[in-house]
């Protein structure tokens, strides 16, 4: 069994920052790809960054230019810095992580979800 860990959010001004962090454990032999999903009352989940072992990025068009995510591979743990951020980047932020297990299955992790909200 894997887990993964988020903490980071809270309230924050709009034009304000955040980090947030999302630790993986338990069961793992690799991560390939860990990322960053947020989902807003009313609306589906979206893809925000994602970030692969090799450092390989790429991020969501509403968040280019503000939001960076890096990972730390020898932590398992992947980070999300938050800048400049608007009230439409409210939402619940989910942590990923696709995980090849130490029986050698590909899983898909999820986070509990952290809440982000940017106050006008």
Not at 65 to 86: C, E
Not at 105 to 117: A, C, E, F, L, S
């Amino acid at each position: 069994q894997v887990q993964l860990v988020e903490s980071g959010g809270g309230l924050v001004q709009a034009g304000g920052s955040l980090r947030l962090s999302c630790a993986a454990s338990g069961s793992i032999f690799s991560i390939n790809a860990m990322g960053w999903y947020r989902q807003a009352p009313g609306k589906q989940r979206e893809l925000v960054a994602v970030i692969t072992s090799g450092g390989s990025t790429d991020y969501a068009d509403s968040v280019k230019g503000r939001f960076t995510i890096s990972r730390d591979n020898a932590k398992n743990t992947v980070y999300l810095q938050m800048n400049s951020l608007k009230p439409e980047d409210t939402a619940v932020y989910y942590c990923y992580a696709h995980v090849t297990t130490m029986l050698r299955m590909p899983i898909d992790y999820w986070g509990q979800g952290t809440q982000v909200t940017v106050s006008s």
